[in-house]
């Protein structure tokens, strides 16, 4: 009996109907042809994909049943929603915020990087060979077996489960943060405007895709810029990591409003208790600092809900000074240059007001894809340094560039008393293996600058406003 079923097997996958050139056809173009450009990015970073694949698999079976602009709209929705998967996925962003950040879309400057041009237009040509060849071919279809197809779809299947494993990453964009919030600035106490009797001039300075390494020694090639006599004579130097949930407005949430979420959590009311808020309650005057435009993410709008007196965006900014903030740095989010802004940080500290000063400070040139020759070489970065990964190494410098303009600020004698709290939003989405598991995941880290010697809260007093030039 067992014999005999074994020979109906194999007469069956024999058979002339199975493997007509129909049967084979159909199987490329509903397994394997819209699979095409996320097996080649599996090569790279790419997450797992099984409900994008089972999608076009089964809407290839239906579409012979299927009035053709059924068929059309249906092809376009399952590529747009696989689209979004795998960018929710690379970007550590939820799919909901990948579709609510699409009108921003005008704002990046795509055409700078060839990688973005040449994916896109590999997608639209593979959707259009996979809605053309069904359309045109139906008939031809519906005399085909199904077998094949099925064959050919489980094994993407498993193609895509053995280069693409669920990491925690990729499986905590679907499921609810933790309830309970860890800051950076929570655990440095910074979340209580003049604790201890201290008031003096407060900057956070939050770095674009600066994630925890995991390799001590590899990220003390960060924090060992402040481990210098000066420094430790002036500040007691201390470092941790905290956890970060999606992109950089949910860390932006996270340090400054302790919550998990992002900027849309910020559109409905007038005012927020976050820690600007707080600041300018207790008497200082707040300012946020950042390279790009206002309008990106809706920043112009809500930072002031947030407490901000005074906003310096890329269109306020760049019209100030001598002339050298007319510089850009950056490909895709191509804005003013962080060494630029860091003068406009510095000059607003220092600039006396008879108040205590809350500055904000968000990073931009750090954000991926970066620009070729952005920072001074430091690690050997052609051989891919001590990362053996030429994209962070050369992020890596990127960082060290700023954070010795950081130490500049934090040693400059006008601004005895600075206390600063340097703090990643998110890992920088890499598009290598490799450079991924160089971070910890789900980390971010911390290192603050807290003066040995704060003013006390009497030190404003003395200055009155009519000391302001």
Excluded at 218 to 233: A, D, K, M, P
Excluded at 294 to 305: E, I, L, Q
Excluded at 388 to 410: G, Y
Aim: proline letters at 7%; hydrophobic letters at 45%.
């Amino acid at each position: 009996m067992a014999g005999t079923f074994r020979r109906n097997e194999i007469n069956s996958i024999q058979n002339p109907y199975f493997t007509s050139r129909n049967s084979m056809y159909l199987a490329v173009v509903a397994a394997v042809i819209p699979n095409i450009p996320y097996i080649f990015l599996s090569l790279f970073v790419c997450p797992m994909r099984f409900f994008p694949i089972l999608l076009y698999f089964l809407l290839a079976i239906i579409s012979f049943h299927l009035n053709f602009f059924v068929f059309l709209i249906l092809a376009l929705a399952v590529f747009s929603f696989d689209l979004i998967f795998v960018l929710s996925g690379i970007f550590g962003l939820p799919p909901s915020l990948i579709v609510d950040s699409i009108k921003h879309l005008p704002t990046l400057n795509l055409f700078s990087f060839s990688g973005y041009m040449i994916l896109a237009a590999f997608l639209v040509l593979v959707a259009w060979l996979y809605i053309a060849i069904l359309a045109k071919k139906r008939d031809m279809f519906k005399k085909a077996s199904l077998v094949p197809a099925f064959l050919a779809f489980c094994a993407v299947v498993s193609i895509d489960i053995s280069f693409n494993p669920p990491t925690k990453l990729f499986a905590s964009m679907f499921f609810p943060q933790p309830e309970e919030v860890t800051s950076a600035t929570l655990q440095t106490g910074l979340d209580v405007p003049g604790r201890d009797g201290r008031k003096g001039h407060v900057l956070i300075v939050m770095v674009e895709g600066l994630g925890a390494i995991s390799n001590p020694l590899h990220q003390n090639l960060l924090w060992e810029i402040f481990e210098t006599e000066q420094v430790r004579s002036s500040f007691k130097v201390t470092s941790g990591t905290s956890p970060y949930y999606s992109s950089t407005t949910a860390a932006e949430a996270r340090e400054l409003c302790t919550h998990w979420g992002d900027h849309r959590d910020f559109r409905d009311q007038p005012a927020y208790d976050c820690l600007p808020a707080r600041y300018r309650a207790d008497g200082y005057e707040t300012a946020s600092f950042h390279a790009y435009w206002g309008s990106f993410f809706n920043r112009a709008d809500w930072y002031p809900k947030l407490g901000f007196d005074t906003l310096y965006f890329r269109e306020s900014v760049g019209k100030a000074g001598d002339g050298t903030l007319a510089r850009t740095c950056g490909l895709t989010f191509k804005g003013l240059c962080d060494g630029d802004v860091a003068n406009v940080v510095e000059a607003f500290l220092e600039h006396p007001t008879g108040k205590p000063k809350f500055a904000y400070w968000l990073t931009l040139n750090t954000h991926i894809p970066i620009e070729a020759g952005a920072a001074t070489p430091r690690l050997d970065c052609e051989t891919g340094g001590p990362f053996r990964d030429p994209t962070v190494c050369r992020l890596t410098e990127m960082w060290m560039d700023l954070l010795f303009r950081i130490r500049d600020i934090a040693l400059n004698p006008d601004l005895k008393g600075l206390e600063i709290l340097i703090v990643g939003d998110h890992h920088p989405p890499v598009w290598t293996r490799r450079g991924r598991n160089v971070f910890e995941t789900g980390k971010v880290p911390w290192l603050h600058l807290k003066p040995l010697d704060a003013p006390s809260v009497d030190k404003f007093a003395s200055v009155g406003a009519g000391s302001v030039p």
